[in-house]
């Protein structure tokens, strides 16, 4: 016996220790910066931090804030903390469920050591707080105690709002649990009296009721456009499944094999229903609206239920060495194939960071810094000082000032145009336990001849990691350029290999190019006007598209990859 709580103990140091190895160095994801200006300023309606506003993890946040002096380290120091106490939490809960401390201890190590946790675990986000709260309000409900098992679950779902899909389901069936009507309406009006604590200042700061409606309303309408439909494009049901149910534990070859063994370790266990009804609630409610990019983050809090099951399936076999043979084994796999982004963020500065530390060494401050959209949280926190924009806005605003500098705050790779690039290692592992957004990220200075105002027809830059850019056509496009003396225009336009139609005729200015399937045309157009006019023969919708599960509603024509003025005076 003793000899397992040795080797129960040091499982858990392990496992906090590669956590703590991978502490980030800078801002690295998309809510970081958001988080970080909410510390110095609660205003949940300007998004800081963002909706639904995490007053909780706010508030402890300020109060680490006190002692650090810095709103990046606050949010450090709260993961850390969170992590430490998680590994506590999730080991007494499952060993309420379970009976074992063994068991608990299998189970815990396996989920802080899934490729999920690690990657999310120390950063500066709300994740790993509302996962350690998750822990406890776990065990609450499983020892039945009815005022715990309120107060965890309303401080979870306080901390971090969408665990309360996992949350409230597992918070009901713990109630439906008790033995007594008292035990059950002291439990729920507790609940609602936990939660009121933390809804009350989130009122208060959306200015009351309608102020807080509104922030929701609109969050919830962006989540309808966006998560639960234009995000899931280009996915089949099969890979929705396997983003959130195998991604979150490793390659196939990891976790397959562990998902096998969770579904073996199903037991008919009383404690068991509250942690499966809310899994299972939760993974029901992912699969058919969550955004699959961002499903490994997202899967977290189903996480515990798969965690607890192999758990029991490894502690019913009779040979110890099998058992700390198989954990040690995942273990180690899952850290393998998570180190290329758990290191490198504790190695290298994080690209969104890395790039607006170039700006303000190198960019003049009456330059105007233009962001893709992924980065504008980082380049409304790190650039303060410097005018920041989005890009059309910014080009409808200063394109034709051309006595103002402007610089490309890029999402990717600049390819062969001028600026700096700062990048982190493109690895399988990057690709599937991230968003695969800000793995490279480039400052582009933009020349006064590529500069241009978009008046109508344009959709806004795409562009690859690997600096493929291009701006997708409508109907009709309309381009308004700088007043630069240039007798011609260079115009690129291209069509991807999974072009709808076999070729299409595209007019610029009394110019006509032919495009087939992937494509690229360049056209030298004689300017006559400051008014550059592109007319496609055919458009198409990909979400009409038959057989497709492409969910974008736009209408659109070819790729516009250039446009440049030639021979300026």
Wanted: charged share 15%.
């Amino acid at each position: 016996m003793r000899h397992w709580k040795l080797l129960s103990l040091l499982a858990l140091v392990v496992v906090a220790a590669l956590h703590y190895r991978s502490t980030p160095l800078a801002i690295w994801e998309f809510d970081e910066p958001f988080f970080a200006m909410g510390i110095e300023h609660y205003q949940p309606m300007l998004h800081h931090p963002p909706p639904p506003g995490y007053p909780l993890y706010m508030g402890f946040g300020k109060l680490v804030a006190l002692f650090t002096g810095d709103p990046f380290r606050a949010l450090l120091v709260t993961s850390i903390i969170a992590v430490a106490a998680g590994l506590v939490a999730f080991t007494f809960a499952f060993r309420e469920i379970s009976g074992s401390l063994t068991t608990g201890v299998l189970a815990t190590t396996l989920l802080y050591a899934s490729p999920a946790v690690l990657v999310s675990g120390t950063l500066p986000q709300s994740d790993a707080g509302a996962l350690a709260l998750f822990g406890i309000a776990i065990w609450a409900c499983a020892r039945g105690n009815p005022i715990a098992m309120a107060l965890a679950c309303a401080a979870a779902v306080g901390w971090r709002v969408q665990f309360s899909i996992a949350v409230v389901p597992m918070f009901l069936v713990a109630v439906l649990l008790l033995k007594t009507w008292r035990d059950r309406v002291n439990a729920l009006a507790t609940f609602a009296g936990g939660c009121l604590l933390w809804l009350v200042p989130l009122l208060v700061a959306t200015e009351g009721l309608e102020g807080f409606w509104k922030m929701m309303s609109g969050q919830a309408a962006y989540y309808a456009r966006h998560d639960a439909d234009l995000s899931r494009s280009g996915y089949s049901p099969s890979q929705i499944a396997l983003r959130f149910l195998a991604h979150p534990w490793g390659p196939k070859w990891l976790s397959l094999p562990l998902l096998a063994v969770a579904l073996a370790g199903i037991r008919k266990n009383r404690k068991l229903l509250p942690i499966a009804a809310g899994a299972l609630v939760y993974f029901a409610f992912a699969l058919a609206t969550m955004d699959p990019g961002d499903a490994v983050r997202y899967a977290i809090p189903g996480l515990p239920l798969i965690a607890i099951l192999a758990a029991i399936a490894l502690a019913s076999i009779p040979f110890e060495a099998v058992v700390i043979a198989g954990a040690a084994a995942y273990v180690m796999g899952a850290y393998l194939y998570s180190v290329p982004v758990i290191r490198t963020r504790n190695d290298l500065v994080a690209p969104p960071t890395a790039a607006a530390q170039w700006i303000r060494a190198n960019v003049p401050k009456h330059a105007v810094v233009l962001y893709d959209m992924p980065l504008r949280p980082h380049a409304e926190y790190l650039l303060r000082g410097w005018k920041v924009m989005r890009v059309d806005a910014g080009l409808l605003r200063y394109g034709a000032e051309l006595s103002v500098p402007i610089v490309l705050l890029a999402d990717g790779e600049r390819g062969n145009a001028p600026g700096q690039t700062f990048r982190w290692p493109d690895t399988d592992a990057y690709r599937k336990l991230t968003r695969q957004h800000y793995g490279a990220v480039s400052v582009i200075p933009m020349r006064s001849v590529e500069r241009f105002r978009v008046i109508e027809g344009v959709h806004a830059p795409e562009r690859t990691r690997e600096g493929l850019t291009w701006r997708w056509l409508g109907a009709k496009g309309v381009l308004e350029l700088p007043n630069l003396g240039a007798k011609s225009v260079r115009v690129v336009l291209r069509t991807p290999p999974e072009y709808p139609l076999d070729e299409n005729r595209v007019t610029i200015e009394g110019t006509t190019v032919t495009l087939r399937r992937n494509e690229t045309k360049e056209a030298l157009v004689p300017l006559t006007s400051n008014r550059i006019t592109i007319v496609p023969e055919k458009t198409f919708v990909p979400a009409k598209l038959p057989g497709s599960n492409n969910r974008d509603p736009r209408t659109l024509s070819v790729m516009l990859v250039a446009i440049e003025q030639i021979d300026p005076q």
